[in-house]
């Protein structure tokens, strides 16, 4: 039985798995920090925010689809202390995005936390930055699998 049918590649790929993964994630996240004026890091405490509240709906067949955004009822509000510890930068650092949020409108202190409200999704940017991000992840898979890399396979060893 060969290395790819035991769900291993043949050869070594993960120095290859890992430029073209950088490259791709790299090309995402400038695409996606556009929301945010170039700004990778409001890029990633606005992300660390929405995607905390909606964490507790993976998987749930509801609101899988573009425009099947769940109502703010169903958003979990990020305590400000774990988004401290997911970005892991000084907390003045993140109360000021946090508070350049709060007045753009885009996030809301609410009990228990920080929410990203329902409607931000929606808006024209945003609708298009998802189109673009889906599109970007099936480059990244197709760049992946150019390589040799296999979405299931085994481990190599260290």
């Known amino acids: 039985m060969s290395a790819m049918s035991a769900g291993r590649p043949d050869k070594d790929n993960r120095r290859a798995v890992l430029r073209v993964s950088v490259f791709e994630i790299i090309k995402i996240l400038k695409a996606f920090s556009r929301l945010h004026g170039g700004d990778m890091f409001a890029l990633m405490i606005f992300s660390a925010i929405w995607s905390a509240n909606g964490e507790h709906l993976i998987g749930d067949a509801r609101y899988t689809g573009l425009n099947e955004i769940g109502p703010d009822s169903t958003s ?17 650092i993140i109360d000021a995005y946090v508070a350049s949020f709060i007045e753009m409108g885009i996030v809301e202190r609410v009990g228990g936390g920080l929410q990203a409200p329902g409607a931000v999704f929606t808006s024209p940017e945003m609708m298009e930055a998802a189109n673009e991000f889906y599109d970007r992840m099936l480059g990244l898979a197709a760049a992946l699998r150019s390589v040799g890399f296999s979405f299931g396979a085994q481990p190599l060893s260290k």
């Open 76 to 92: 979990v509000p990020v305590p400000l202390e774990a988004l401290y510890r997911t970005i892991g930068a000084p907390p003045q």
